[in-house]
């Protein structure tokens, strides 16, 4: 499992703000060369975006590249050239992904591409959920390939998609985001709140982000270097959740069934609990 707390979304257009994304903090740093890069510049942009992946020292533990969407003229051009710079990727993020069949090519072009260059691992595969279709299907869209890592949340499409106003925080969202959640759980896959757009308003991230934790969610994008602080703080469990899943752990281990432990009552609910959230520390 790999830390996704902060996912930053670094733009491949211009070059100075990909040169700047190698050098960015934050667990999991996405190249973006859909939405960030206007069509006449597709191809500059990811052959810089290969040159960084070839030779850049890269900050982040975890580099990804977002494609341009499978219905588009770029995207088998994009993975071919990306998954092919090198080990330094990590995974490809597939936009507006809407149904399993979507991802049919994007596994084909992986398995072409590896197989060419006799890659040491695999490359992952996250999906984001964007529309209405997406979201109806996200079940089927989690199981679709064993490279799934993460389902991801797109707040803005999918904001224009289902009819909302706008992308802005609210109840609305409570079902959209337990609907992808549901599914990336029960295909076991990391679940990843999309962004905050307000950038500058670091108290509406936090209420966000905290929100999206409480739900289940294992991290958030970011769009601004500056969200990733307040994304690692609220993603992190803190001293006294560790303290509370060790002392389960510790008083379970004996075979004990339903029993009590600082006045709460806990069982094999409660050590999978302490046992996920272990799990997501290391």
């Known amino acids: 499992m790999r830390a996704r707390r902060s996912c930053l979304s670094v733009p491949a257009h211009p070059a100075s ?18 939405d960030s890069v206007p069509p006449e510049l597709k191809e500059d942009a990811r052959a810089a975006v290969v040159a960084a992946l070839r030779t850049a020292e890269w900050t982040a533990a975890t580099v990804s590249v977002r494609v341009n969407d499978a219905s588009t003229e770029w995207c088998d ?30 596994e084909q072009l992986l398995n072409e591409v590896e197989t060419g260059i006799e890659r040491a691992r695999p490359v992952g ?28 949340l797109g707040p803005a499409d ?10 802005d925080e609210g109840r609305h969202w409570d079902f959209v985001r ?14 990843i709140d999309g962004p905050y757009l307000q950038v500058k308003d ?27 602080e307040v994304l690692d703080e609220l993603f992190t469990p803190s001293p006294e959740e560790l ?9 379970l281990k004996s075979g004990a069934g ?22 997501r520390v290391r």
């Open 77 to 106: 051009a994009d993975i071919r050239a990306v998954v092919g710079a090198g080990e330094r990727l990590h995974s490809v993020v597939v936009p507006k992904v809407e149904q399993a069949a979507s991802l049919a090519r994007v």
């Open 17 to 34: 703000k990909l040169a700047k994304g190698t050098t960015l903090h934050a667990d999991e740093v996405i190249v973006d060369l859909e």
């Open 158 to 167: 999918m904001s224009v998609s289902l009819g909302f106003p706008s992308p």
């Open 178 to 191: 337990g609907t992808v959640l549901m599914a990336a759980r029960a295909a076991d896959l990391q679940a």
């Open 125 to 152: 595969i996250q999906a984001l959920i964007e529309t209405a279709r997406g979201l109806r299907d996200a079940h089927e869209i989690a199981t679709a390939s064993g490279r799934i890592e993460a389902l991801i």
């Open 202 to 228: 670091l108290e509406g991230l936090r209420e966000s982000a905290g929100l999206a934790r409480k739900l289940g969610y294992d991290g958030k994008w970011a769009l601004h270097p500056a969200q990733v």
């Open 243 to 251: 303290r509370q899943a060790r002392a389960i752990l510790e008083t």
């Open 258 to 279: 339903a029993t009590m432990l600082d006045g709460e009552m806990i069982d094999e609910a409660s050590r999978k609990r302490a046992e996920r959230l272990l799990a």
